[in-house]
């Protein structure tokens, strides 16, 4: 069994910055490629961002290109740093794991985390 727990949500005021982390742990064979997702209340779940397996591709959602980057340290842990933050970006933030970074994007994933809470506000 493989695990993903997220760290480093929290409030701040619109136009601040904030880092989320997403790690792996338990049985693992292989590394994969991860992202991120998140969901605002009465809304669909949306893609954020997705890094490849060795770091070296990454896709972003339009909305946050330019203000969001994507980064890999090890196998095993992904980071978020947001930047320029906008109160739309409130939602809880999910890590997703699997082996193709193509299927990450498409909301195929796996494994997911259980998410941590991103406030901003006006």
């Known amino acids: 069994q493989v695990q993903l727990v997220e760290s480093g949500g929290g409030l701040v005021q619109a136009g601040g910055s904030l ?4 790690a792996a742990s338990g049985r693992t064979f292989s590394t994969y490629a991860m992202g991120w997702f998140r969901q ?3 809304k ?3 893609f954020v961002a997705g890094i ?8 972003y959602a339009d909305s ?4 969001f980057t994507i980064s ?6 992904v980071y978020l740093q947001m ?6 970006d409130t939602a809880i933030y999910y890590c997703a794991a699997d082996g193709l970074l193509s299927t990450v994007v498409a909301g195929y994933a796996t494994m997911w985390g259980r998410g941590t ?3 901003v506000s006006p």
């Open 19 to 22: 880092r989320l982390g997403c």
């Open 40 to 42: 605002a209340p009465g």
């Open 44 to 46: 669909e779940r949306e």
């Open 52 to 59: 490849s397996r060795g770091g070296d591709n990454t896709k």
């Open 64 to 67: 946050v290109k330019g203000r």
């Open 72 to 77: 890999r340290d090890n196998a095993k842990n």
């Open 83 to 88: 930047n320029s933050l906008k109160p739309e």
């Open 117 to 119: 809470q991103v406030t």
